[in-house]
């Protein structure tokens, strides 16, 4: 039994090699070697079932049933284009009317009529205050610009446009009138072609200011965010001015073919900026656009500061600039302005005498004139401000006679401060006694140049200081004089007080004092009794 399935086996491998080699041999020719004794359910696989074949018939219909067709595509890929060609168009067409209407809105900033740094003066003038127990509540406000000064012409000019190819700056004391004269040019006009703007130390503020004065919002209610690479805010205040300008540029350009005279930017109080790196570069920045600008005619840009130095920053850069120096009234302007302005708030009989006193400790500062003409006595009113200015000179620069080390450098600010004041008062005493037949009121303000007064001092450093807390006034001419009549009076009846000298000397020795004792060193030394010697040399 055995042997016979062994021999059908070996039977049965020697037919799959020679049908093995038959094929090998002859691949176009097929030889079928029949074998009757092949087990199917052994050496065969079954073939597959019709019910598979039917289920693989069927999943390839249905597969071509989800397939899209062509057309299906094709219509889906021309939708896509034309939905984004039509947001790119409607893009395209927004930011080129974004464009034009920022252009239109900074020349609606220049039209005549409403503008809201006039419109903000105007109101300021007529709104109704709290005043002072030595006021009347029943006086308005007096109408300043009746009374109309010397350097009014020049500013109508300047601010109708009249006068191009310079930039302009007022510089002043504080009160002396720059604001007023300005406001009074542009109501005359109706701010026809004229934007004001106020400085401020921080620069995100003036650049706020600046936008609502030429009617610019910076790109912030732009609504093209989707096609800007970056935020228009990421650069900070200094690239938001600069791109105010570029834009006022283009609208000056714009305006000066029709207009046929410049439009005027006026800044005013440029020196509140800090006088620091930051804003030395927006002067700069202004001022370069300032030069360009006034070389071609098509915009003239005016600065006002009270302190001596903005101007001395922009000085070294300056080619076409244009410096007005606008003082205090004198004696005969004060005492005819502080008479129409008294008319004008309290009619009736006006004492000339009184007039004459009151001129004669306040001088001719218009901030001081305006609160005497709205006084019930102006010779209370301004003796009141004689000591209110005594009290604040005292508290910025007194001296203090037994002053610790720590303060000691305060100390020499103000001893060296006293010294330029008793100078100026000096010079004063010396003009009344060469000028006896002159009115005191009549007589200039005393000055001396800024060389010489670093000299009195023994230092130029405190200069500016002085300058800032509007103790002394500095001039394009570098002469230094005291801010006001009323603080040299004031300064003037401190300096001739019986003790003053005396404590000036006290301060001075005490400064001496403190000063040599950080410069000694003290020794000690021990075991040199019994006659023992010790020499000290310096190598």
């Known amino acids: 039994m055995n042997a016979r399935f062994a021999s059908h086996r070996i039977a049965l491998g020697l037919s799959r090699n020679t049908a093995t080699a038959g094929q090998i041999t002859s691949p176009k020719r097929h030889i079928n070697i029949p074998n009757q004794n092949r087990r199917e359910s052994t050496w065969t696989n079954p073939p597959p079932s019709s019910d598979g074949a039917r289920k693989g018939n069927g999943d390839t219909s249905n597969l071509s049933e989800k397939l899209p067709s062509r057309s299906l595509l094709l219509d ?40 809201p740094a006039l419109e903000v003066a105007r109101n300021h003038l007529l709104e109704s205050q709290s ?71 921080d620069l995100e503020v003036f650049r706020l200011r600046l936008g609502k004065a030429l009617n610019f919002q910076f790109n912030e209610d732009s609504q093209t965010g989707l096609f800007q690479r970056k935020d228009p805010r990421e650069g900070g205040p200094e690239l938001d001015i ?79 600039m244009h410096v007005v120096s606008i003082f205090d009234l004198s004696g005969v302007d004060a005492a005819k302005a502080l008479t129409t ?22 001088g001719g500062r218009m901030s001081y004139l305006n609160k005497l003409s709205r006084s019930r006595s102006m010779k209370d009113t301004a003796n009141r401000l004689l000591d209110l200015e005594k009290a604040w000179l005292l508290s910025q620069i007194g001296l203090i006679a037994n002053f610790d080390n720590d303060v000691v450098d305060e100390q020499k600010r103000s001893f060296s401060s006293w010294l330029l004041l008793q100078e100026f008062v000096k010079l004063r005493q010396e003009q009344e006694r060469v000028h006896q037949d002159i009115d005191p009121s009549e ?45 040299l009076n004031a300064a003037r009846q401190v300096v001739e007080a019986e003790n003053f000298q005396e404590q000036l000397d006290s301060v001075r ?13 003290e020794l000690i030394f021990k075991g040199l009794n019994n006659g023992k010697e010790m020499r000290l040399g310096r190598q």
């Open 443 to 487: 007589l200039p303000l005393p000055s001396i140049p800024y060389l010489e007064c670093g000299q009195i001092m023994n230092r130029a450093d405190c200069l500016e200081e002085l300058d800032r807390k509007n103790i002394i006034s500095i001039d394009e001419k570098h002469n230094v004089r005291p801010d006001s009549l009323l603080l």
């Open 76 to 115: 889906t890929a021309l939708a896509t284009v034309v939905w984004l060609g039509i947001a790119l168009t409607g893009g395209y067409v927004y930011v080129q009317w974004y464009k034009k209407n920022v252009l239109n809105k900074i020349e609606l900033a220049f039209a005549p009529g409403y503008d």
């Open 242 to 320: 600069e791109r105010a300008m570029n834009k006022l540029e283009k609208v000056a350009l714009r305006c000066v073919k029709r207009r046929a005279k410049p439009l005027v930017l006026i800044i005013n109080n440029v020196h509140l900026f800090d006088n620091d790196g930051n804003g030395h570069r927006v002067l700069l920045q202004l001022q370069q656009r300032a030069e360009n600008w006034a070389t071609s005619g098509i915009l003239t840009i005016v600065f006002t500061m009270d302190d001596f130095w903005p101007f001395h920053v922009m000085r070294k850069n300056a080619n076409k």
């Open 341 to 362: 302005m008294r008319t004008e708030t309290k009619p009736g009989m006006i004492d000339a005498s009184e007039v004459k006193e009151a001129v004669s400790i306040i």
């Open 131 to 201: 005043l002072p127990e030595d006021e009347d509540e029943e006086a308005p406000e007096p109408w300043t610009r009746h009374f109309r000064r010397a350097e009014q012409d020049l500013i109508d000019r300047i601010v109708r446009g009249e006068l191009h190819g310079n930039y302009f700056v007022l510089l002043g004391p504080k009160g002396c009138g720059k604001g007023t004269m300005i406001f009074d040019s542009m109501h005359a006009v109706l701010a026809d072609g004229i934007a004001v703007c106020q400085a401020h130390p």
């Open 509 to 521: 020795a005490r400064i001496e004092q403190v000063q040599g004792s950080s410069r000694v060193r």
